[in-house]
């Protein structure tokens, strides 16, 4: 976007200079009055040009609590992220047949990449993909079904690229580098002194 913009008014703006020169060298009286013409054109490409810069690095408000809400849901239900993870998200699983997911608590991963991961899961190891279409278009990585060395194990269900984004608000939110879960925590992750805090001090 931002090249787009910037290439026309730049060369608008030299044809500008070039024009200006031109009469500034023929009538020297004119002088004043093409500069701060000049100026004025300047400033207003200037401003134009940095707009696009300006959106992008808006910082992004943050998440309705509603949403928080919902990916909760979605982490500790369709998702079942807690069966490997752990309600906490600290790895200590729900179900001991499921495999070790990791300690999402202390995960260095930035929120692109999580939901990378997420939607596409982690080939050779226990993550299942969530995205329906990972492996199908080279969305994941690049890869296809046939480029995996083993099949990726199936998710308890897919999650529409809308659910993953209240997932990783949710995990940010609450869970990722918020600390070893404590009884303070727990009571404030569960909006109540539920019994799964009770094993907390
Ligand atoms: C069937 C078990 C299982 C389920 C269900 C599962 N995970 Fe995982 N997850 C894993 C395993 C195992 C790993 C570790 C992969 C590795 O060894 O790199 C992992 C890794 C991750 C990572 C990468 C962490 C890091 O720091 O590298 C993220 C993020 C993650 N899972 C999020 C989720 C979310 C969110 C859900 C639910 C939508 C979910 N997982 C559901 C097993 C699971």
Redesign the pocket.
Known sequence: MGEVTVAPISLWASDLVYTARMIITCKRSLRPHIFSALVVLVAIGAGLVRAPGATAQTPTPAPDPSDIADGMR??QQK???Q???GWAGDGRKMDSQ?????N?RE???DRAR?IM??KCG?PG????A?DKFAYTDGRCYGMKQADLKSPM?D??AT?QPREIER?ADF?FQKVVGKGPMDRAKCIEYWGSEVEACREFK
């Open positions: 979605l982490y998702g079942d992220c069966a490997c993870h499921m495999p070790d997911g990791s999402l995960t260095r991963l999580l991961t997420i982690r190891t226990g993550m299942p969530f194990p998710p308890p999650l997932v995990l």
